[in-house]
């Protein structure tokens, strides 16, 4: 499926500190200021330099738009929120080495709670293409019928 998703926040599974994550090394946090450069290199990097200016923008407000998910003090993870337009959630990424451990779900959450705390009931996931059955299976996240290319129709790619 192409396009966009919709999460009712009201409804959301419970926000489980970290899904255990500590145990196995790995800290999630909201970003601060003093991050945004490692971030940014990391999303770029590993994402592309798309990626890279919606999580720059998540990081022009305080608190950020962003939460991290760090192993040995270096970003392997990431998921942003509001920067590419209000009530949209996204980009997000997990390094590939460290996928299939629950640090997207974890990352989703955050962000998902952060959105509902900010007074949202409902929130976009824009272009999920292969991730959709990840968020429908996350937080019970639906299609929105005819939302795709959506937002992100007139993107500038050079």
Known sequence: MKGDMLVKLY???EDKEDGGLTEKGILIKRA???DRNSVISFVTDTFGKGWGGECA???SRTPTKCYIAVSQKKVVGFA???S???DFFGPTGVAPEFRRKGIGRTL???C???MKEEGYAYAVIGDTDEASSFYEKSVGAI???DSYPGFYQNLITK
């Open 57 to 59: 923008a998540a990081f």
């Open 11 to 13: 409804n959301l599974p």
């Open 143 to 145: 299609p929105i019928p």
């Open 84 to 86: 590419t337009a209000p």
């Open 112 to 114: 998902l709670h952060s």
């Open 108 to 110: 989703l959450l955050k």
């Open 32 to 34: 601060i200021a003093p």
């Open 80 to 82: 942003c929120f509001d």
